[in-house]
Nanobody, 119 residues
């Protein structure tokens, strides 16, 4: 069992910044990837940013140059620094951590944190 605890969402004005955190705990063998997805009502959940255990990153074009993903491997924590926020960044942001157990991969999701960008 893996638990993910997210924090850092909230209301921010356009142009502002927020930092999301997601701490993983529990039965963690090897972290394969950590990342953030987001979802707005009526739309599919989409990848925002992800980072592998080898520090390779995958960043959505819509947030490149504004969002940065990073990890603290000692704490099994992933961060999403969001700068120059736009109203279209408003969504529920979900942390995702993929754990590797030998040849099995387990995808785990956080409960979601609301980010609202509005004046």
């Amino acid at each position: 069992q893996v638990q993910l605890v997210e924090s850092g969402g909230g209301l921010v004005q356009p142009g502002g910044s927020l930092r999301l955190s997601c701490a993983a705990s529990g039965n963690i063998f090897t972290v394969y990837t950590m990342g953030w997805h987001r979802q707005v009502p009526g739309k599919q959940r989409e990848l925002v940013a992800a980072i592998t255990s080898g520090n390779s990153t995958n960043i959505a074009d819509s947030v490149k140059g504004r969002f940065t993903i990073s990890t603290d491997n000692a704490k099994n924590t992933v961060y999403l620094q969001m700068n120059s926020l736009k109203p279209e960044d408003t969504a529920v942001y979900y942390c995702n951590v993929v754990i590797k157990y030998s040849s099995i991969y387990s995808s785990n999701w956080g409960q979601g944190t609301q980010v609202t960008v509005s004046s």
